[in-house]
Each structure stands twice: as structure tokens, then as C-alpha cells.
């Protein structure tokens, strides 16, 4: 059975080719593009790893895996945090927020599915 | 007056840069060459007539030979040697390499402050670059762009068997997306272009203030014309030629409205007669017109005055010790940037509000001068109740010559001081050492 994966954007083009390529990987792609309502749209899915942008409306992607990691249920969920902002503080933020990945954009379509694939073991 | 012990090595120089031969220039004084030679490497003093007639075959002022460089130049050298801790100049001679090279030490007097304007300049940029919301907000519009461009192309271009309606569908993002980098570039340089017109080589408001108010030496002739106005600033504003851009012309306005109304409550002729009536004694100046004393200190430092004449320094700042006002006093330095020294009667006064403070000062140096500091801070009135206060201390500098009570020995600020000693300092001196 195909792994599941939640890709939290909101740059639709993004959305399209990232959907795309994990698709053709063997993923089952769920996507979401508001942060306020990201936290249901995780315990919706219950995906087997989360893609996640910092920049969101509503809400940041550090605030979503702030809460995303104090959840009881969702707490260990694999988070690919993708942000424009490749600064040491962000990463230190990332990482200090419980990112299981960090990755800068813009990044290459290979670099998603190897991260993705090394976060799950695999599609 | 006591001659520096330079002044032989300025005779040497002089002599040598016209190519005159120490015996010549020894038989046209009478004296033996000897004894010249003896005054050139500053193992006899010398002064009066001998110093005149010297000065007279070298084709150059007593005065040249005997004080040599400006307290000013060497100053700003010590200034510029404090900026690179590696680099150890020699410090112990800096008045024998100001006054023997006194062009290639003004050049390194001017770079050094080119180097500090320039630093500010790349500090200033490099804030706008971190906290800029516009800038931020268009650099993560364009790297968003850019992400689906290159993700999108990737896969028309590795992915062989993709579908026609896909492919179709990713061509129209593709150009979807390169119209929207487009304009966010486009936009992207119009606003780092404009962003160069206005601000390209800003230091600070304060500074380009500074600057201003140096270059008018804090007298303003527009604004003592009995009938004179607000307006006459915005005029003013207009021309002047330091303020870069509207902040600094804000602080421009709002000194330049202050300097009216000290301007208008004390009329220059009337504040010059109260001045000499009153042995000019600020106090009894305030008095008589009926402002406070830090008015009459400002109004004091905007008098004009004759080219021979020493002239006023002045010197404000805020309840942080941040300096938002000076006019410059040959002498007396007034740093830039960064704290000055913390034993001035400007910063005793703010820790004790609304009480005069009045001392004489030496600054350091080789020829160590006096200056009468009299100091003020008050409170600048509250708009709202329960607001904290805001304290300005305000201070005026004279030099003089002598003075029969207790001198208080201060300095510049702690990198360039040489009282190695002093019980306010915060950090070393790049200087040697001096009680």
C-alpha cells in the first residue's frame, strides 16, 4: 500500500509539480494551503510524513510542528520543513522545533524524493 | 611658551624638503653648525629670535616650526589606530608622524573615517536586509517562483512518457510563473534602486545632523531676523546640503524650531549686553529672560564668532548617553560613534537632574588643554501622565587658558585615552600610559 504524504504549500505551481513527482514515486499525495487549518488537515489524513512550508497564511510552519510535536498522536510524524529563508537561525529554529528535515528553496525534484524516501524508508 | 621637543625635527624636515645645507642654513642664523645640529634632533630648545630667523630662511611660520600639526590631525590618527586592534602603529610618535607628514597623515586621518562611514553604510544594509518586510517579502516571492519553475522544468524535461494533457498544463505554469519572476523582479530593482538614490551612503540621521549643524557652526543668521518664522525653516531645509534624506531633515526641523525660539526668547543683541553685564554667567542670563539654563547654554554655543576667536562647543544627549547634538570645538573631541568618556559633566549631570554642573577639564595630549564644561539635564516635558521621564542633558564648552581650582581630567572616549589609570574606564586604551 502506497505511503502517504501531506504537503502543506501554498504556491499552487509548487503544489502541482511537487504532487506530481511524488506521485509518479508511488506516494499518495493529500494537500493543504492554509496554515490555520493545517493542524486538522494532519489529523485528517494521519499521513505517514508531513511536507511542510514556513511561510503559510494564517499560521507559520514553525508554529504548525511547534504544535504538531506536543501532540500526543502526531508527535513522531516526519516533517519536511521547506522554507526561502536558508539563514543558520532558521535552521536552528527548524531543528530546534523537532524538523526531522530542513531544505531550502529552490530545491530540485530529486532532493524531495531522496529526503522524503530517507525519512520513511521509502514509498 | 615652552617649545615641543618636535620642533628641531621640523627644522631638519624643512631644511631637507628645500635642499639647504646645515651649514648654510647655520651661517645665515649665526650659529655654528654644531649647534644646529644639535637643535635638529631636539637636544636644545629653542625659541625667540633664533626660531624666528629660522623660520624666515626656511620660507615658513614660526608657528609651523614650533607646534607643528593640529591637536585635531593627531587626534584623528589616534582615532583611526584604535579601529585596527592587529595593527600596532607607533604610536609614542604619532605628533613627530603628524607634523613631519602632514599630508600623508591627513590621508590616513580622512580613509580612517571613509572606513568608519563605510562600515555603517554595510551595518545599515545589512539590517535592511534582515528586518526589510518589503525586501523579505519580495526575495520569498521570487525564490517561491523560481522553486516552481525549476521543479516544473525538471519534470517536462526527465519525464519521458508524460502525459499530453500534463504536459500542456506544466507549460502554462511554466509561463504563468515566469511572467509573475518577471515583474517581481522588475519590482525587485525598482525598490533596491530607489532604496540607492536616497539612502546609498547614509551613516545615520544624526550624523548627516551633525554635519549640518558643523558646517553652520551651529549659527543660523536666517533665523535671528526679528520677524522670522517657522517657515523660514522649510526654506532653509531646502538648501542644506548634509541632510540626505527626511530623517535627518525631521532632526534638522526639530532643532532648527528650538534654535528659533531660543533665538526669539533671547535676541542676539540683547542676550550679547546681558552676557557682559552679567560677567557671563549663564545663570543670571536665565534669569533675566526668564528661560531655563540649558536655553542659554545653546544660545551661548550659537554666538558667532571672529576667526581668531576659540569659539563654543556644545554637546547634547539623551538619557542613554547617546550624543543627538554637537557642534565640534578644536580640542575637545566629540566622538562620532560609540560612547564618549564617562567622567564628562554631561553625563554627571544626567545623574543628577536639573542641578548645574560646572568644572574645568583637561584633555590629554602633549600639550594638555583646559576647557570649562557647564552642564544641565532636565526633563523634556511628558505628553501623557505616568509617562516615564525623558532626560536631556545639555552641555557647553569653552577653552581656557588657566584656572586656579581643581581640574577634572578626562578624555575623549576610553580607546583613544591615555589615563591608563582612571577609575571610569571600561576598556583598554590602544594609548600609553598617562596618570
Keep these: 500500500m502506497a505511503k502517504q504524504v501531506l504537503l502543506i504549500e501554498d504556491e499552487p505551481n509548487i503544489i502541482e509539480a511537487i504532487s506530481f513527482i511524488l506521485s509518479r514515486d508511488g506516494w499518495s499525495v493529500s494537500t493543504h494551503a492554509n496554515g490555520e487549518t493545517a493542524m486538522d488537515a494532519v489529523r485528517r489524513h494521519t499521513p505517514d510524513a508531513l511536507v511542510l512550508d514556513v511561510m503559510l497564511p494564517g499560521r507559520s510552519g514553525y508554529e504548525i510542528l511547534q504544535d504538531l510535536r506536543a501532540d500526543p498522536e502526531m508527535g513522531t510524524l516526519p516533517v519536511l520543513m521547506l522554507t526561502a529563508r536558508g539563514q543558520k537561525k532558521d535552521r536552528e529554529l527548524a531543528d530546534k522545533l523537532g524538523a526531522t528535515r530542513f531544505m531550502t528553496k529552490p530545491f530540485s525534484n530529486a532532493e524531495v524524493l531522496t529526503v522524503l524516501r530517507e525519512m520513511t524508508g521509502g514509498a | ?435
Design chain 2, 1 to 435: 611658551m615652552p617649545q615641543s621637543r618636535l620642533t628641531g625635527s621640523r627644522i631638519r624636515e624643512r631644511r631637507l624638503a628645500l635642499g639647504t645645507r646645515q651649514a648654510d642654513l647655520a651661517r645665515a642664523v649665526g650659529v655654528s653648525p654644531a649647534y644646529l645640529n644639535l637643535i635638529e634632533h631636539n637636544r636644545r630648545r629653542i625659541g625667540g629670535k633664533l626660531l624666528v630667523d629660522l623660520a624666515r630662511e626656511l620660507n615658513t611660520e614660526p608657528a609651523q616650526l614650533s607646534e607643528g600639526a593640529g591637536q585635531a590631525l593627531v587626534n584623528a590618527l589616534r582615532d583611526a589606530a584604535a579601529r585596527f586592534e592587529n595593527v600596532t602603529p607607533e604610536l609614542d610618535r604619532v605628533e613627530e608622524f603628524a607634523g613631519r607628514f602632514s599630508g600623508w597623515s591627513a590621508l590616513v586621518a580622512t580613509q580612517a573615517r571613509r572606513i568608519e562611514d563605510l562600515e555603517r553604510v554595510v551595518e545599515t544594509l545589512s539590517d535592511r536586509l534582515t528586518h526589510d518586510p518589503h525586501l523579505a517579502a519580495s526575495l520569498h516571492e521570487v525564490l517561491s517562483t523560481v522553486t516552481a519553475i525549476r521543479s516544473t522544468a525538471a519534470i517536462l524535461a526527465e519525464t519521458e512518457d508524460i502525459d499530453p494533457d500534463w504536459q500542456s498544463r506544466f507549460l502554462r505554469n511554466m509561463r504563468e510563473e515566469a511572467q509573475r519572476l518577471s515583474s517581481s523582479a522588475e519590482g525587485l530593482v525598482t525598490y533596491l534602486e530607489a532604496g540607492a538614490d536616497t539612502r546609498e551612503m547614509q551613516v545615520s540621521a544624526v550624523d548627516d545632523l551633525a554635519a549640518y549643524v558643523g558646517e553652520a557652526g551651529y549659527h543660523f543668521p536666517e533665523l535671528e531676523k526679528p520677524a522670522v518664522g517657522e517657515g523660514e525653516i522649510g526654506l532653509m531645509l531646502e538648501k542644506a546640503g548634509p541632510l540626505r534624506d527626511k530623517g535627518a531633515r525631521d532632526l534638522a526641523h526639530r532643532m532648527l524650531v528650538r534654535y528659533l525660539a531660543d533665538a526669539r526668547a533671547m535676541p542676539l543683541s540683547a542676550f550679547r549686553t546681558s552676557l557682559a553685564n552679567t560677567g557671563e554667567d549663564p545663570a543670571r542670563v536665565a534669569d533675566g529672560f526668564g528661560v531655563g539654563l540649558d536655553a542659554v547654554l545653546r544660545r551661548m554655543a550659537s554666538l558667532p564668532t571672529a576667526e581668531d576667536e576659540p569659539g563654543r562647543g556644545l554637546v547634547v544627549c539623551d538619557g542613554s548617553g547617546t550624543v543627538t547634538l554637537r557642534k565640534p570645538l578644536e580640542g575637545f573631541p566629540l566622538p562620532r560613534f560609540g560612547a564618549a568618556c564617562p567622567l564628562w559633566p554631561l553625563y554627571q549631570a544626567l545623574a543628577r537632574p536639573a542641578q548645574p554642573i560646572a568644572r574645568v577639564v583637561e584633555m590629554p595630549g602633549t600639550d594638555p588643554k583646559l576647557f570649562l564644561c557647564r552642564a544641565l539635564s532636565v526633563p523634556r516635558p511628558a505628553a501623557t501622565f505616568d509617562a516615564p521621564p525623558i532626560h536631556e542633558a545639555t552641555m557647553l564648552i569653552e577653552p581656557v587658558e588657566h584656572t586656579s581650582g581643581p581640574v577634572l581630567r578626562v578624555g575623549a572616549s576610553c580607546r583613544i585615552c591615555p589615563r591608563e589609570t582612571c577609575s571610569a574606564r571600561r576598556e583598554p586604551s590602544i594609548l600609553g600610559k598617562q596618570s
